[in-house]
């Protein structure tokens, strides 16, 4: 790999081990995308990283081009958030794990400033609200995310013909891409969404609405609606902490 050092702000998504004494870690950056970085001696017992891998969090990344591989060095690991209150919660630490692995699969290695800045306020808020908040927060964030990528489903326009979906129509198609109108419906498997679950959908995936209130049987659908659309339209390979999160699990 050519190309100069780097210096940039950085999420830490995930890290696995490599060797005896080292990890591989991949960071959401905010001008480069995602990226793979070899954190050599991260596993010593005084190694200079200390506590700073975990997951989500935040600092300054010491990126060097490796010449043998697509792999960065990375020098030095600059922290300033460690967001221990999303490994403190269960429910906080299975949401984090499952934004965390939607991003590192997904978000690619060119420059997206504005989802990076999102998935920033996204992982802030996931460790301060309310535990009765955290399912539609991490809703959102995920549809954030998912939208950001140009992905999000159509919810006011045909998925299919592009005419407008008046209110009361609510036949979902995640094969199509979203809602469908009256004529469109007709073949094809849908999901029907009451007018409560249409709303709520909405307020989840379009930036700056309210979030909604979902009880324990909406939130379960629409996590349900968010594991299927992404296995349609982004991979049919296993997501394990995302499919945990679904369940209700802890990964």
Known sequence: MAGAALLTPAIVLGAVRYGDTSRIVRLATREHGVLSAIAKGALRPKSRFG????????????????????????????LTELHTGLANDLSRFAAASALAETATRFIPPTPLPQLYDGLRADIALLEQVPADAIEVV??????????????????????????????????????????????????????????????????????????????????????????????????????????????????
Request: aromatic content about 4%; overall charge neutral; some cysteine.
């Open 51 to 78: 506590a700073a891998l975990q997951l989500l969090s935040e600092g300054h990344a010491h990126l060097i081009p490796s010449r043998n591989s697509e792999l960065y060095i990375l020098a030095a690991f600059d």
């Open 138 to 251: 991490t809703l959102r964030a995920l549809w954030h995310l998912i939208g950001e990528l140009g992905l999000a489903p159509s919810l006011t326009a045909c998925a299919r013909d592009g005419a407008v979906i008046p209110p009361g129509e609510s036949a979902f198609s995640v094969s199509d891409g979203g809602l469908l109108c009256r004529r469109c419906a007709g073949g094809g498997s849908t999901i029907q969404l009451g007018a409560d679950d249409r709303d709520s959908l909405g307020s989840l995936v379009v930036p700056g609405r309210d979030l909604p209130i979902l009880d324990g049987r909406h939130a379960a659908a629409h996590r349900r609606l968010f594991v299927r659309w992404v296995r349609h339209h982004l991979t049919d390979t296993p997501l394990p902490a995302l499919e945990a999160w679904q369940r209700g699990q802890s990964p």
